[in-house]
């Protein structure tokens, strides 16, 4: 086979890869995403890891399974996972999960196949409120929703497929080599997760919305956020991910998009602050 035919058939099967994890919903999220990597594999790897690190919380006696905090998150988890079917509907077949772990972190997330893990840390440091938990477990299992952990691997499959064509095209060039891995790193990995954290924003916005609780939570969470870390944080220019300015124009934009859903949601019963 030649090196022409050979490129042209790798540029199909990584055409043929794309797909979209989820429907759009009131905020509209539907870009097609790059999946080439099987979602079965990436969520047993990720349950894999996600166990040892409760295996370590534990041994650490850092693992919280009751009292309380474990409570109030169970309770926020229990009103946005059914909420996850407006998005997708093989939600109700994935095997939630929901770790707390009493530690000094400022963050949170879910893992592929909806294994979510909150650290005490962002909780007491923020001094949440439950409208902020749900603005923050919505952002996390929308990651999940939309597979970003899948699709972060399937860029980095296919980055390493096209350094590989590029490899035996160009023979002895290794500039040429070079420029391809180059290209890859650029287009194909890192302009995607600005992307990622700003659907997983939005999704997260309506999924706390559908729930009872108030969007305007996700507002609050970025400015106590921006306050948390002044100083610390680096120029959006430099960074992956949205800067929290960036951030709260984006959410603020959405809100007409979600407030009728809060209007006629069933509100929850307001949890104790710890």
Not at 65 to 92: C, H, M, V, W
Not at 124 to 148: F, P, S, T
Request: glycine share 6%; proline share 5%.
């Amino acid at each position: 086979m030649s090196f022409r035919i050979f490129w042209i058939l790798a540029l199909v099967a990584l055409l043929s890869a794309c797909a979209n994890t989820t429907r759009s919903g009131a905020v509209g999220v539907n870009r097609s995403q790059f999946m080439m990597a099987s979602s079965e594999e990436v969520n047993r790897i990720s349950a894999v890891s996600y166990n040892e690190q409760n295996q370590k919380a534990k041994e650490k006696n850092i693992l919280v399974t009751s009292g309380p905090a474990y409570d109030r998150l169970k309770f926020i988890a229990n009103r946005l996972i059914p909420q996850t079917e407006a998005f997708r509907d093989d939600t109700k077949q994935w095997d939630w999960r929901l770790t707390l772990i009493d530690a000094p972190v400022l963050n949170a997330t879910c893992a592929p196949g909806g294994k979510i893990t909150f650290y005490t840390g962002i909780i007491e440091q923020l001094n949440l409120n439950d409208d902020e938990i749900a603005a923050i477990m919505g952002h996390e299992i929308a990651h999940a929703l939309r597979e970003h952990g899948r699709e972060r691997v399937s860029q980095s499959v296919a980055q390493n497929v096209l350094v590989n064509i590029a490899m035996a095209v160009a023979g002895p060039y290794g500039s040429a080599v070079g420029a391809a891995n180059q290209v890859a790193q650029y287009a194909i990995i890192l302009p995607n997760s600005r992307e990622n954290e700003s659907e997983a924003d939005a999704i997260g916005l309506e999924l706390a919305a559908r729930a009872g609780y108030n969007p305007m939570g996700a507002i609050s969470v970025w400015q106590k956020m921006l306050k948390a870390t002044k100083g610390s944080s680096s120029p959006e220019f430099l960074s992956t991910h949205p800067s929290g300015e960036t951030r709260i124009e984006q959410l603020t934009a959405l809100m007409p998009a979600v407030e009728p859903l809060y209007k006629v949601a069933p509100k929850p019963v307001p949890t104790k602050k710890l």
